[in-house]
């Protein structure tokens, strides 16, 4: 297993932009597939974006189509989220998860075998 530290969670107005950081540890890390999911309080966690071992991408849920991308850089062990046009029910933890190496795409949350501590995102209206 990894293990993981998020970044760069924060406050922001909406319209604006945020860019989360996953740092994960050892060596093999090119060879886990990775995603971000999040949960709002009072709901349960929900798949936000994935990219595979292999550097391809999951569909992203309605939800963040076309606002959110998912990328990794291997030579540093993270993983980033670039979230833009962010909306007030974005608001959330957002976690970083890892799936099992060379896995499948951490698309649900039976999918993970690890997870960051999570980090919170505040979008006000």
């Known amino acids: 297993q990894v293990q993981l530290v998020e970044s760069g969670g924060g406050l922001v107005q909406a319209g604006g932009s945020l860019r989360l950081s996953c740092a994960a540890s050892?060596?093999?890390?090119?060879?886990?597939?990775m995603g971000w999911f999040r949960q709002a309080p009072g709901k349960e966690r929900e798949f936000v974006a994935a990219i595979h071992w292999s550097g391809g991408s999951t569909p992203y849920p309605n939800s963040v189509k076309g606002r959110f991308t998912i990328s990794r850089d291997n030579a540093k062990n993270t993983v980033y989220l670039q979230m833009n046009s962010l909306k007030p029910e974005d608001t959330a933890v957002y976690y970083c998860?890892?799936?099992?190496?060379?896995?499948?795409?951490?698309?649900?949350?039976?999918?993970?075998?690890?997870w960051g501590q999570g980090t919170q995102v505040t979008v006000s209206s």
């Open positions: 998860a890892a799936g099992r190496r060379y896995g499948s795409n951490c698309v649900s949350v039976e999918l993970v075998a690890s």
């Open positions: 050892g060596r093999t890390f090119s060879s886990y597939p």
